[in-house]
């Protein structure tokens, strides 16, 4: 905290004089303390819900941490000066893959490390590419992720296996989002794929890179994000503005029918929603919705 510079007329002489700044130290002190504290963000948490993994600057660069769900210290995975920028556990809860960005340029390259410990491992030798974000496979063999290379945006697997990576949707507009099917055929993603400046639809196509895309929205030119595939059945439920406010849907894929949730009624945003099992071990999304509990949508919904 600094005295602002001021001007003071002696009286005397007449002559304007200029106070010194003065730093406060105590305040400064407490800007310091402020400064140094970490940055802690939630990435994931494991499928058996005993362990949350963060991204932290604690160690002078972002790297992730291993944070017990029931209480105790962090424990840190990652290390090096060389940012990690995105992770997420296996659905056996034995391995965390990551992005690292390297020399700041946004450059990234994928990598794994046992959630228990150990030494980091680099999946494969990717091009020059920007990784938005990515999901592994139910199996674990395979990785979808969404990224960025300077020519296109695209969709590409990487098998964890060989480190072989295949490219099975390009782009102009970018896109994020990738999520698996239950049965590993398809994967569902975010893309802007008309010039409609907030429009963003959603996109199926077969994992392996063969067969049409089906370009989808409840309503053209409104934002669609965020798909979410049931665990066992092929519904997608994601977060549209289709309504002229943001809510909840339910998109029953064979049967082309889409199902509001009513979840932005009063207004509110939805930054973070996903399906949880009930007592029965069945699956339902947050709002419980079910296809007599929505609003059904009159319209047909476009898709290509």
Not at 91 to 102: E, G, I, K, T
Not at 167 to 191: E, H, R, V
Not at 220 to 227: A, D, I
Request: with cysteine; net charge negative; proline share 8%.
């Amino acid at each position: 905290m600094f005295i602002l510079n001021t001007y003071e007329q002696n009286s005397r002489y007449k002559q304007p004089t200029l106070t010194v700044p003065v730093l406060l130290k105590p305040q400064l002190e407490l800007v310091d303390k402020v400064i140094q504290i970490p940055t802690v963000e939630l990435f994931d948490l494991s499928r058996d819900g005993t362990v949350a993994i963060v991204l932290s600057n604690q160690s002078g660069s972002f790297q992730l941490y291993a944070l017990p769900t029931e209480g105790g210290s962090p424990r840190q995975l990652t290390h090096g000066k060389e940012r990690v920028s995105w992770a997420r556990i296996a659905n056996n809860s034995r391995h965390v893959a990551f992005s690292r960005d390297f020399g700041g340029i946004e450059q990234h390259q994928l990598f794994r490390v046992p959630l228990d410990g150990g030494e980091e491992e680099q999946l494969a030798q990717l091009p020059p590419v920007r990784i938005v974000d990515f999901n592994w496979s139910h199996k674990d063999d395979r990785i979808a992720f969404a990224g960025a290379t300077q020519d296109y945006n695209g969709i590409w697997i990487l098998d964890t296996a060989t480190g072989a990576s295949n490219n099975i949707y390009q782009g102009k507009g970018w896109m994020f989002n990738p999520d698996w099917s239950p049965d590993d055929s398809q994967i569902a993603f975010t893309a802007k794929t008309t010039e409609a400046p907030t429009a963003m639809e959603l996109v199926f196509t077969d994992a392996d890179g063969k067969g049409q895309p089906e370009i989808y929205t409840p309503k053209p030119g409104s934002e669609n994000t965020g798909p979410q595939w049931h665990p066992r059945d092929p519904l997608v439920l994601f977060k549209t503005d289709a309504h002229g406010r943001y809510d909840l849907a339910v998109y029953y894929r064979k049967e082309k029918i889409l199902s509001y949730l009513r979840a932005g009624e009063n207004g509110v945003d939805i930054p973070v929603y996903g399906w949880t099992p009930d007592r029965k071990g069945e699956r339902h999304p947050v709002c419980s919705p079910s296809r007599t509990g929505g609003t059904q949508d009159s319209s047909t919904p476009q898709s290509k």
